[in-house]
C-alpha cells in the first residue's frame, strides 16, 4: 500500500503561481511512477503532468505545457507541481496518483494507477 497526502492547494489570482507537494508513505516511493490529475466541478478528471520512477521521462497535458513543471525527490518520498501562470480554467481539485510498482505505465493515464491521494483545491480567481 502506498499513502499519498497532496498540499499547497490555495486561492490565487489569475496570473499567480502555486507549488502543490504530494508525499507519500508506504511501500518504496522510487518504484512508482507518479501523476498529478485534476478534476473541476461538473467535468471528468484529466491529466495534468507525469513523472516516471527515475525522473528521467515527463508528461504533460497540452494545457500545461510551458506552464507547470513537475518533479519529485525521490530521498523525500516527494512529488511536486509547480504551477506558474494560472488560469481560472486551472480551478479544480488537483490529486497525485502513484502506478507502476516497478513497471512502465502510460503517465496520461489514470486507470494504470494504483493509488490516489485525497486532493488540494486550487482556485484562480480572475
Known amino acids: 500500500q502506498v499513502q499519498l497526502v497532496e498540499s499547497g492547494g490555495g486561492l490565487v489570482q489569475a496570473g499567480g503561481s502555486l507549488s502543490l507537494s504530494c508525499l507519500a508513505s508506504?511501500?518504496?516511493?522510487?518504484?512508482?511512477?507518479m501523476g498529478w490529475f485534476r478534476q473541476a466541478p461538473g467535468k471528468e478528471r484529466e491529466f495534468v503532468a507525469g513523472?516516471?520512477?527515475?525522473?528521467?521521462?515527463?508528461h504533460y497535458a497540452d494545457s500545461a505545457k510551458g506552464r507547470f513543471t513537475i518533479s519529485r525527490d525521490n530521498a523525500k518520498n516527494t512529488v511536486y507541481l509547480q504551477m506558474n501562470s494560472l488560469q481560472p480554467e486551472d480551478t479544480a481539485v488537483y490529486s497525485c496518483?502513484?502506478?507502476?510498482?516497478?513497471?512502465?505505465?502510460?503517465?496520461?493515464?489514470?486507470?494504470?494507477?494504483?493509488?490516489w491521494g485525497q486532493g488540494t483545491q486550487v482556485t484562480v480567481s480572475s
Open positions: 508506504g511501500r518504496t516511493f522510487s518504484s512508482y511512477a
Open positions: 496518483g502513484a502506478g507502476g510498482d516497478l513497471k512502465s505505465i502510460r503517465l496520461w493515464v489514470a486507470s494504470d494507477y494504483a493509488y
Open positions: 513523472i516516471s520512477r527515475n525522473a528521467v521521462i515527463t
